[in-house]
């Protein structure tokens, strides 16, 4: 814990050494390095050795802590000079680097497991509230400058391919990329792939609307490109990047109308139905954000446009900008299930449903549905998350600098 805690500190120093006098950076340095010589070697430095490194590295600390320029000066020079005849004092560039990668990766685990984890929104399943990843067609691929700009401030990049022969679409698959990113590859008949930066279900509604995919009862129906036909050609926003604050619930309750990221354990995604295919993107997620639309002991029905908790329309300003219909929200609101078309829904026009307050907190059931409830995989196909499912709610939108960074209401 010593090491560990002085290779925090150095790496705090190096962070903000930019405000510091050199003869402080200098200064604290050095202590660093002689405490690190001292932790690592103390077993066989003799006692007469490791007495006169331990009395400077006290008067170097009383002089940094005392602001004493001159004195400072003096001890850092001296114990320079000292530590030139101590082998292992001075260490490689190598092994400082080791070192601060491992401290970085300490404190982003520890942060990540226990404080605040990110997560990138990959579908559409809460727009307008939070963006999902969008591909957008455009006609002409900008010059260079835009796209860094679109890059930097949007999180957008382009990306064009033509079909350099006849050729069948012929599988569709996408696979997680740098933890937080998703891309999707379209493979043809002869082997060739395009790869594109998005989530799956975003190329495959960029597809539809070229008429290159066409959905029925039994699938996707996959069709083919000519010689020379742009493949794609688009424009393609990156998903709301979020930061889900794993602290907060275990401090009070989850409530009613705030945004919340849960697990899947145990959560039959796949819809009830093999033929929900307009939102297969949702459907191999091992984490979902939704809004937190029903507690322990609440009894939910929708008479659309209205979601109605225990009988009365909810009032929470999230839930009530989406059952008003408002632009940009949907002007329907809330949408119901038919039980006829999905006889296994959890929430349908059959009636209302309750969430159970069992005596066992982690049994605790609640209520996740999505903003935009007309593409959104939720709570009224596969049921309830339970408490042990609930990650934390969404704090903030970290990137990109759009209208929806900050605080997320």
């Known amino acids: 814990m010593i090491l560990l805690r002085a290779l925090f500190f150095r790496l705090l120093d190096s962070c903000c050494c930019w405000v510091l006098p050199k003869w402080r950076r200098n200064g604290r340095e050095t202590l660093a390095a002689l405490c690190l010589y001292i932790n690592n070697n103390k077993p066989d430095i003799p006692a007469e050795e490791l007495q006169h490194c331990c009395a400077q590295r006290d008067a ?82 900008p010059a260079l400058p835009v796209r860094l700009w679109d890059m930097l401030t949007l999180g957008s990049s382009y990306i064009e391919a033509t079909a350099d022969s006849d050729k069948q679409l012929v599988d569709i698959s996408d696979r997680p990329k740098w933890l937080l990113f998703t891309e999707t590859t379209l493979r043809f008949s002869d082997n060739s792939t395009v790869t594109v930066p998005s989530a799956k279900g975003a190329v495959i509604q960029y597809l539809k609307e070229r008429g290159k995919i066409t959905e029925s009862l039994t699938g996707l129906r996959l069709h083919g490109f000519r010689a020379g036909e742009p493949i794609i050609r688009a424009r393609v926003d990156a998903g709301d990047l979020v930061i889900v604050n794993r602290l907060s619930y275990n401090f009070r309750h989850p409530r009613r109308g705030e945004t919340f990221v849960f697990d899947t354990r145990g959560i039959n995604t796949s819809g009830r139905r093999s033929t929900l295919v307009s939102m297969q993107d949702q459907q191999s997620g091992t984490h979902y954000i939704k809004r937190l639309c029903g507690l322990p002991g609440d009894i939910l029905s929708i008479q659309s446009p209205a979601l109605l908790v225990n009988g009365a329309p909810a009032r929470e300003p999230g839930i009530a900008r989406v059952i008003a219909g408002q632009p940009p929200y949907n002007a329907g609101g809330y949408q119901s299930l038919s039980h006829l078309l999905q006889p296994g829904a959890w929430l349908s026009d059959r009636g209302p449903s309750l969430l159970r307050d069992t005596p066992q907190p982690t049994l605790r059931e609640y209520a996740a549905l999505g903003d935009n409830t007309r593409n959104s995989l939720d709570s009224r196909y596969w049921g309830p998350v339970r408490q042990f499912n609930i990650i934390g709610p969404a704090a903030l939108t970290l990137w990109p600098f759009t209208s929806h960074w900050g605080l997320i209401d």
């Open 60 to 141: 170097l600390a009383r002089a940094l802590a005392g602001w004493n320029p001159e004195e400072t000066k003096r001890l850092t020079q001296q114990i320079t000079l000292h530590g030139e005849s101590l082998p292992g004092f001075r260490r490689g560039a190598l092994a400082e680097l080791v070192e601060s990668f491992f401290v970085i990766m300490v404190v982003f685990l520890g942060i990540r497991t226990y404080y605040a984890q990110p997560f990138r929104i990959p579908t559409g399943s809460m727009q307008p509230t939070l963006n999902g990843i969008i591909v957008h067609p455009v006609d002409n691929i």
